[in-house]
């Protein structure tokens, strides 16, 4: 019998818990964690397929899913990250900030590409140590929780800092930075009314080329931070794993 465990029945967990009804994943039973039980309750009310719900995460647990997808917060992952790879769970961690400032044995541990792609391209460059990555995040105001009318740069800096900064908005960065580290991600993030997708643009020289990749996502409509990208790469890691 193979469990998945949900952490999170939002924007991202409800796009998955519909892929696992519509048996694009093949697994036997959901079960669903949040702490705000009626948004459990309304995911599982709205599933055709066998789900249950726990009132605890020491109960998802008990219960040794075969995989757990965190789809819930950095501060969620920072709590829950070490106590899953402990028990030795597979782990898809969408909240991929929390990671940066977490040491735990990433044997079972997976980061999907999230809202972008082109991540073992990158990987495979960054193993020569000479690269230089650069992201550029133009997203609409309302997605940054800004007011702004015309087109403003709200951070430049590095990718570690941009992740802590806006730990819902810029998990790409935190991505890009587990990917490329030690070398570094220079990130600059725009809020642009123009912009009706979230874009993200990544830049990168290395020592045998270049690449340039560009991602523009529909926000999902119940959370314009989240882009559906996002929720379909966790769905495309699931099924890999479930194959195991
Ligand atoms: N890796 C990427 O590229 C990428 C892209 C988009 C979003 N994300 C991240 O994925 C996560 C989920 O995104 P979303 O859009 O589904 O968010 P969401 O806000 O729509 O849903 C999150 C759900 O998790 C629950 N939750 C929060 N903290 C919890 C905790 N400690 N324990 C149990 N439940 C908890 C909330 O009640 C909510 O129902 C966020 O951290 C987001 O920043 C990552």
């Not at 994943?25 to 705000?36: A, N, Q």
């Not at 075969?66 to 789809?71: G, H, L, S």
């Not at 140590?129 to 403003?152: C, F, M, S, W, Y």
């Amino acid at each position: 019998m193979k469990n998945v465990g949900l952490i999170g029945c939002g924007a991202i967990g409800t796009v998955l818990a519909e892929a696992i009804e519509r048996k694009l994943v093949v697994c036997d039973e959901l079960i669903l964690f949040d702490f705000d039980v009626p948004k459990a309750e309304q995911l599982k009310k709205a599933l055709n397929f066998p789900t249950t719900i726990v009132s605890s995460f020491d109960e998802l647990l008990k219960r040794k899913p075969a995989v757990i997808v965190e789809a819930a917060s950095q501060q969620a992952a920072k709590d829950y990250v070490p106590r899953i790879a402990s028990a030795g769970i597979e782990l898809i961690v969408m909240s991929t900030g929390a990671l940066l400032d977490l040491n735990v044995d990433m044997t079972k541990v997976h980061v999907p590409s999230g809202a972008i792609g082109g991540i073992d391209a990158i990987a495979s460059a960054a193993l020569t140590g000479d690269i230089q990555v650069t992201l550029t995040t133009r997203k609409n105001p309302k997605a940054l929780e800004t007011q702004d009318k015309q087109p403003k740069i709200i951070y430049e800096g590095y990718a570690e800092e941009a992740a802590r900064q806006f730990p819902r908005e810029m998990n790409v960065a935190a991505t890009l930075a587990l990917t490329v580290k030690p070398s570094r991600v220079k990130v600059t993030v725009i809020a642009d009314p123009n912009m009706k997708r979230n874009t993200h643009e990544i830049a990168v020289t290395w020592k045998f080329g270049e690449m340039l990749l560009r991602f523009a996502n529909d926000p999902h409509p119940d959370n314009p931070r989240t882009s559906a990208l996002a929720a379909w790469s966790a769905i495309k890691l699931l099924q890999t794993l479930l194959k195991q």
